[in-house]
């Protein structure tokens, strides 16, 4: 018998899956409103312009090489990241007790983040949200956490955030439980706090001794404005919090496959941040050794760059002001074929959760060729000006 005779088939990654299927379907009205990337009103995938110009201006430079980047990132990338979450002015910044490593990504700063708690800090009890984006789970399990305890957080029956339900999780937490906490444009619900809600969830985890660490997957989604959706990562940090932020620039630059993204680590001390860096540079040389440079060179440039960064953010507002759109319209498309879906109007960034059943989702993708998450879950950006009145009819079907 072979080595490998008695390994199984491990179970398909949803969203993935789905996408194998929408590309395998021939039907002319097919619709993928799975996985979570930005599409064009002509449901293409879009390099933002900005993003052309500095690839252009790199291809012409002569001085670049390949050479390995220092283990910890690229410098001028991490503080520029680290710059737009918090701020120029964060107290953080300017007390010097703030630093940030280079990842693979948000998944690999959610990675490296939890490892740190895991097995430097001995925490053992993570909180994530019911429901939440699945890989938190799935990395805190990797990393041989014991307890992965869900917090309420959406009430199915109303549509909107179960506030009382996610207050009560957290005041029954043991201390030193890490809270994984979405900093807006929460994913899959689209339903994020209010500032009065934050400032409430940020007294209890004061009080109880929990640590707070924000995924930050989608700044710009939520609003088209960056300072704003920043807002909780910076009150908490006001609030006098050391705490975790896991920072992805796939969704807001667009650079989905360059794997470019942050762990954000904020101390009380200065003195401690050394420290804190030293031990995340052992984690990261035994997990990639050395992060990529393309897709942090992108981001550094252009943050570091007046003209380039304005340009950026009027990307970023097309982005959202395309899904802003496209939330209005599939809302009185519904509405005149007699629904209320106001749901879909309330919710910021690329989801929304429809609050359609399983059996109603299998009617649409196994019957209409729409694609979409078994939980209702559905990309915005998946959804044109061409596509939506076919859409609009067909979950009025699932409906009735
Ligand atoms: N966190 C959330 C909530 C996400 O939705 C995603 C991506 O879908 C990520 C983290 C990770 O993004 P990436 O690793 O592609 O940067």
Redesign the pocket.
């Known amino acids: 018998a072979g080595w490998f005779n008695n390994v199984d088939l491990a179970p398909a990654i949803e969203v993935f899956q789905l996408t194998a299927r929408y590309r395998e379907d021939t039907d002319p009205h097919k619709v993928n409103l799975g996985v ?1 990337a930005y599409r064009t009103d002509e449901g293409q995938p879009w390099v933002l312009p900005v993003v052309r110009n500095v690839e252009a201006m790199k291809a012409a430079d002569q001085t670049l090489n390949h050479e390995y980047l220092p283990i910890v990132g690229k410098p001028d990338y991490r503080k520029a990241g680290v710059e737009l979450l918090l701020g120029k002015a964060s107290p953080a910044v300017t007390q010097n007790r703030v630093d940030a490593i280079q990842a ?5 700063a ?1 990675r490296i983040g939890f490892d740190f708690l895991k097995n430097r800090l001995g925490m053992d009890v993570i909180y994530i949200s019911k429901p ?2 699945g ?1 938190h789970r799935g990395i805190a399990k990797s990393l041989g956490y014991s307890k992965i305890v869900e917090y309420h957080y959406w009430n199915e029956e109303k549509m909107c955030l179960n506030f009382d339900g996610f207050k009560a999780d957290l005041e029954s937490a043991p201390p030193k439980s890490v809270i994984v906490l ?1 900093a807006c444009a929460h ?1 899959p619900t689209g339903v994020d706090p209010t500032h009065e809600q934050w400032e409430q969830l940020a007294e209890i985890m004061k009080r109880k001794q929990l640590f707070p660490l924000f ?1 930050c ?2 700044q710009g989604f939520a609003t088209g404005d960056l300072d704003n959706d920043a807002w909780p990562v910076r009150r908490f940090v006001e609030l006098g919090f050391e705490m975790f932020a ?1 920072q ?4 807001n630059f667009g650079l ?1 496959n360059e ?3 942050n762990l954000i680590f904020i101390s009380s001390s200065s003195s401690s941040i050394p420290m804190i860096r030293s031990q995340m540079e052992i984690i990261v040389r035994t997990t990639w050794s050395n992060p990529p440079s393309h897709g942090c060179h992108i981001v550094a440039t252009v943050l570091n760059n007046p003209s380039l960064r304005d340009e950026w953010e009027t990307n970023l507002k097309t982005m959202a002001n395309r899904i802003l759109q496209m939330r209005q319209l599939l809302f009185d498309k519904l509405k005149v074929l007699g629904h209320r879906w106001q749901h879909v109007i309330d919710q910021k960034g690329m989801f929304s959760y429809t609050g359609l059943n399983k059996q109603q989702c299998d009617f649409l993708v196994n019957r209409k060729h729409i694609y979409l998450l078994g939980s209702g879950r559905v990309n915005m950006c998946g959804l044109t000006t061409k596509n939506m009145d076919y859409v609009a009819q067909a979950i009025h079907e699932a409906l009735t």
């Open positions: 979570g693979l990504g948000g998944t690999g959610l939440t984006w890989n979405h994913n995924d997957a989608y896991a992805s620039f796939s969704k989905y794997r470019v993204g």
